[in-house]
Structures are given as structure tokens and as C-alpha cells.
């Protein structure tokens, strides 16, 4: 009978801390949950000066839902768990760019899709890309686009859905970045989207912070 290999204590809490950020409505990397839990787990020691090990023994299911909690409110120019369809729609964004974004949202849910061998995990992740990738879509479709405070055509977005919609292609990218290929994608296209998502993240973080009379 083969013997299954017992999971680590890291590995545990990695998971349960991705479990805790996605039920506030947020997705982050595995890679960089295992570096928060790390930073945390480091803090700790060195200010108590204890190992590591005893370290660990601080991070309680009560600390690391108050960690997730710090997580997900340290993004709070998101707006998370906010009605985005009736939220103030004060950045303008070029409908072309609106399309190249929409279109990378899907590659990001064929990058999530392979992320993890864990069904619930993924079906949360590919859930919110997929309500983002919605939202914006309904949004685009609800306006007449005009001209004026670019020389194209543009529309109104949220800025908190920008952000969002910019986290997510930023996860994306550091996975691809990792060695990820999305499902049944073309490795050698999949090694070029690392940076066409880091262009438009520079983007949509700019669109965000800027307001429209419009």
C-alpha cells in the first residue's frame, strides 16, 4: 500500500490562509501567501526571540484569519465586497483597451484553471475572474462611449473594478512568470504574457487614479 506523504505545516496554513483571503473576496498566489506566512512567521520570532519553530505555534486559526483580514483591507481602494454595477464610475477607459482587458481576463482563468490541483480552490479563483470579467463587460455594454477626455472613444468604470481586475492580471503574470502555462495554451504565446499584462497593470492603476468629467 503506498503511503500518501503528510503535508507540512507550511503547506496547511498556506492553504487555509488562501481559503481565508478568497472568502473575503480576494485572490492572491500560492507563492505569495507562503511569503506572507513566512514574513509573519520571522516577525514573530525575532520580536518574541524564540525559533521559528515555536514561531509557528503563535499563528493560531484566530491570527491568520486576522492576517487574511490585513490582507484584503490593505487593498481597500478595491472596495471589497462592494456593489460594483452602482459604484461612482469616474475613470475613463478607451474601449480598445476595455476589449484587450476583457480578453486577458480569459487568458487569467485559463492560467488559474492549472494553478492548483484543488477544485474548490480553483472554482473560487475562476469565480471572481469571472465576475470581474462581467462586471466589466455589463459596464461597457450600459454606455454610449464619447470622446473627450481621450482623442478615442472611451467609457466609465469603477476605479475599485480596475484595481481589481489589475491584481488579477498582476497574480497571473507572476504565475506565468513561475513556469505556469495555462490550460491548453501555447507555451511559446504564454511566455509573452507576462509583460502585456504588466502594461496594461501600469495602465488601469493610471486610468484608476485619474477622474473624468465626463
Do not use: C
Not at 85 to 114: C, D, K, S, W
Amino acid at each position: 500500500m503506498t503511503r500518501v506523504p503528510s503535508r507540512s505545516w507550511r503547506d496547511k496554513r498556506i492553504d487555509e490562509l488562501l481559503e481565508a483571503v478568497s472568502a473575503l473576496g480576494m485572490t492572491m498566489s500560492r507563492a505569495a501567501a507562503g511569503e506572507v506566512l513566512d514574513e509573519r512567521v520571522t516577525y514573530v520570532a525575532e520580536h518574541m526571540r524564540v525559533t521559528e519553530a515555536t514561531a509557528r505555534r503563535y499563528l493560531t486559526d484566530e491570527a491568520l484569519a486576522g492576517l487574511a483580514r490585513t490582507i484584503v483591507f490593505g487593498f481597500v481602494d478595491e472596495t471589497p465586497g462592494a456593489d460594483l454595477m452602482n459604484a461612482p464610475r469616474t475613470a475613463a477607459v478607451p474601449v480598445r483597451f476595455a476589449g484587450t482587458i476583457f480578453a486577458g481576463l480569459g487568458e487569467v482563468v485559463r492560467i488559474f484553471l492549472v494553478e492548483r490541483d484543488d477544485v474548490d480552490h480553483t472554482r473560487d479563483r475562476v469565480a471572481q475572474v469571472a465576475h470581474a470579467q462581467s462586471s466589466f463587460g455589463l459596464l461597457l455594454n450600459a454606455q454610449v462611449a464619447t470622446v473627450g477626455f481621450y482623442e478615442e472613444p472611451s467609457v466609465q468604470m469603477p476605479p475599485a473594478l480596475l484595481l481589481r481586475v489589475a491584481r488579477m492580471l498582476e497574480t497571473a503574470a507572476d504565475l506565468v512568470e513561475g513556469g505556469l502555462v495555462g490550460y491548453q495554451a501555447d507555451p511559446d504565446e504564454s511566455a509573452g504574457l507576462p509583460g502585456a499584462f504588466r502594461r496594461d497593470i501600469k495602465l488601469l492603476r493610471s486610468m484608476a487614479g485619474q477622474e473624468s468629467n465626463t
